[in-house]
């Protein structure tokens, strides 16, 4: 099973706007993680966020984290083709295990 | 560069037939994960070791999977009498909170 879930499944943008992308989840969680998958380079981490922050960033990358509301935002600014790709979030709680969720396909045209 | 390498990267079996994948990361962390991932679907969790001890499997692990992890250092998932259901990418990850991911062996079962 799958505890987080994203939000909206596909998401297509021109470059240079940006693109949010949520994340909801059921659990609590010890920290929630981003990644991001495209065909030629695998999964790649990019952001981990603990349950006690509300917000880190990390370059063009923004993330909330809401515990009262279970759920987490991503949002890359200006983006570029190459942002194309899944991003998935994953929830981790005492032992973390990462569960992911099914992703969010970003397509972003030149 | 990940810091994980994963052997082979394709796999193609006939249905009935064994395979084994093997998983290196470069450095010995302690925690080293098996996910198995479907198209359109995030990486599912399998398994994982600290150090040599597999300590928790998930359900998705029937009697047909087993993995070891002889020396704390690289690990093997064997799959016995494969079935078309088993067809997916087969990926490794090492670290504890941030998961670092290799390329995956993607197995397609005839």
């Known amino acids: 099973s799958q505890q987080g879930e994203e939000d909206p499944q596909a998401l297509s943008i021109q470059e240079g706007e940006n693109a949010t992308m949520n994340c909801s989840y059921k659990t609590s969680i010890n920290n929630l993680q981003w990644y991001r998958q495209n065909s030629g380079r695998g999964l790649v981490h990019l952001i981990l966020?603990?349950?006690?922050?509300r917000e880190k960033h990390s370059g063009r990358l923004r993330v909330t984290l809401d515990t009262s509301k279970k759920s987490s935002s991503l949002l890359i600014t200006a983006s570029r083709a190459a942002d194309t790709a899944s991003y998935f979030c994953?929830?981790?709680?005492?032992?973390?295990?990462?569960?992911f969720g099914r992703g969010t396909s970003l397509i972003v045209h030149p | 560069d990940t810091g994980v390498s994963q052997n082979p990267r394709h796999k193609i079996t006939k249905r009935g037939q064994n395979v084994t994948f093997r998983c290196d990361p470069i450095s010995e962390h302690n925690r080293l994960y098996w996910y198995r991932q479907t198209l359109g679907q995030g990486p599912e969790f399998l398994t994982y070791f600290q150090n040599e001890a597999q300590l928790e499997k998930s359900r998705l692990l029937s009697d047909r999977f087993s993995a070891e992890r002889p020396k704390g250092s690289f690990s093997t998932l064997e799959i016995q009498r494969t079935e078309q259901g088993d067809s997916a990418m087969y990926l490794c990850?090492?670290?504890?909170?941030?998961?670092?991911f290799g390329p995956g062996t993607r197995l397609t079962v005839l």
């Open positions: 990850a090492h670290n504890r909170s941030t998961q670092y």
């Open positions: 994953a929830t981790a709680g005492g032992s973390y295990i990462p569960t």
């Open positions: 966020i603990r349950s006690n922050e």
